[in-house]
């Protein structure tokens, strides 16, 4: 079975998407996970957003977004049914101040500070990045680098290339990119 983790940008213009992208100096503003649903014949994407977790069906999610990059990790029915059910199960808020966070991060390490998201709050809430993050170490048995709440697009970018530099995941071509962006 194939996990998914993408990166994309919106489709249409949105304030929070490039403030996002100019600090973090990425050409994306969020982070997916995707998945096919065997049983229901249907791809599912699993993302941390404005309104809140939420898992919708990849139709939907593409009609919204850009998709980036795709890296695909193997893994195991077993895996992707028991991280499913973790998903489900952790599902929060979305961590408006861990982003903020984030940003007091970035512009510390301008001064050469070195800093931890001040916002820190654990399960209470959650962004992309701490979805895609945490789902990569569950379904491939995994210890984060370091905090996960000092994670930003650039960290959850650097550890999907570190994966693939290491093998143990493919990125998706750029043919299967232009056939997934086509609607």
Known sequence: MILSVG???????KIGA???????????????????????????????????GRIVINEQFRQENHIVRVFQYEI???SLRELEIWIWGHLRPYGYKYNLGIGI???KSLFRCKSVNPFKDGDFSMVCVELTARAI??????????SIEDFGLKEMHELNLDMYRSKRCDLASEELLNAINRL
């Open 7 to 13: 990166e994309s940008r919106p489709k249409k213009f």
């Open 18 to 52: 490039e403030i996002l992208m100019a600090v973090e100096g990425t050409d994306h503003s969020h982070s997916f996970i995707s998945w096919r649903d065997e049983s229901l014949g249907i791809r599912k994407v699993a993302e941390a957003r404005g309104g809140g």
């Open 76 to 78: 195991c029915p077993i």
């Open 105 to 107: 991060m970035r512009l």
């Open 137 to 146: 170490a569950l379904s491939m048995g995994i210890q984060l680098p370091y």
